[in-house]
């Protein structure tokens, strides 16, 4: 399966990169690259990746996603995360790509950045949140399309573009 990703600039990369590493060690799961999901699943080959990451490009500028809270949920890819405001540059990349991907299952787009994957307690999802404290705002400057499944540490990068 692949997901389509928009990641992070550098700077904002290591300091989620930081926070995800802490959880993830504190908790015994896997680490993985701070990332916001646009669309998954895709079903293309490396090419085919390749010339649709390269026309989103064309069109593509860095931009900022504002924090609009700390959230958890009961679906193990969305654990504990970053909840992100739907700017219109936001609404508008994500809508490109699923242009891009007419094939795609239907993808609800609820923009945020995941901090931890793993089942547990909502007592303890929220001493998480109680203890962590965020940016307000990250740059996000680059496009990945990024092998997924269930085992994070099998992840793979496919194809990125900026």
């Known amino acids: ?3 389509i990703w928009l990641a ?3 700077e904002d990369a290591a300091y989620l990169q930081e926070i995800i590493n802490e959880l993830a060690h504190e908790f015994q799961t896997p680490a993985f690259s701070p990332h916001m999901t646009l669309l998954s699943p895709v079903d293309l080959n490396e090419n085919e990746l390749h010339s649709v990451l390269s026309n989103v490009s064309k069109e593509f500028a860095p931009l900022y996603v504002t924090l609009a809270g700390i959230n958890h949920s009961p679906n193990i890819w969305k654990t504990v995360f ?3 405001e739907e700017s219109l540059e936001l609404i508008a990349l ?3 790509i699923v242009n891009q991907f007419l094939s795609a299952p239907p993808y609800e787009f609820l923009p945020h950045i995941s901090l931890i994957y793993k089942e547990m307690a909502i007592e303890l999802k929220e001493e998480i949140i109680q203890e962590l404290t965020v ?3 990250c740059k996000m400057d680059k496009i990945i399309a ?3 499944g269930p085992n994070v540490e099998q992840w ?4 990125e573009v900026n």
């Not at 793979?156 to 194809?159: E, L, R, T, Y």
């Open 1 to 3: 399966m692949i997901s």
């Open 8 to 10: 992070p600039a550098e």
């Open 82 to 84: 970053i909840e992100l």
């Open 94 to 96: 994500q809508q490109r």
């Open 135 to 137: 940016r307000n705002s």
């Open 146 to 148: 990024m092998k997924t």
């Open 156 to 159: 793979k990068k496919v194809a």
